[in-house]
């Protein structure tokens, strides 16, 4: 498996501003995605992390409200700019192993709440 | 467009007995099917993946089949325990280009009552 770590776990934030959320992996791998959990929903992804270079967006999520960093393959950072209450959700990256199957291993998540 | 249905958002049933949750699909062609738990607060846990060329999949107290013919799946715990409350979220993913990139479900809430 892979242990996977996030910060902050929970934050409340004043609409407008920006907050970033971080990704540490204890193993180096390839994929790694981020993802949103509204309330009461189930997972949607935003995009995926490319070490190297810009990551890749899903329909209806644009690099200027989620710029993502992927600095190495153990790190990465999701930032929310210029939150709304609607941003209020839960964050989770995860990985696949390079060399395992194609179960993904999740972080513990970071809950935002915004004013 | 691709939709993901969990028949059930919540399950309720005896200790000892067998849960059965329902996951359908519609527009997608997956090619592989994935089973995870997610308890309150915590990422969600992956359980079993079952491929497009299989029926079956076993894991301990855990079954799941894949009927690529009725777009369905359905995800078996059996002698189900209090522990086994949780909700249990179903995700496809498509191969090729698309990788690792999970479409989940809703999600069924399973309460164990004892």
Redesign the interface.
Known sequence: SAVISQKPSRDICQRGTSLTIQCQVDSQVTMMFWYRQQPGQSLTLIATANQGSEATYESGFVIDKFPISRPNLTFSTLTVSNMSPEDSSIYLCSVVRDRGGNEQFFGPGTRLTVL | SQKIEQNSEALNIQEGKTATLTCNYTNYSPA?L?WYRQDP??????LL?IRENEKEKRKERLKVTFDTTLKQSLFHITASQPADSATY?C?L?AGGTS?????????TILTVHP
């Open positions: 592989y994935q607060g915590r990422g969600p846990v992956f993946l979220l995700a993913n990788y690792g990139k999970l479409t989940f479900g809703q999600g």
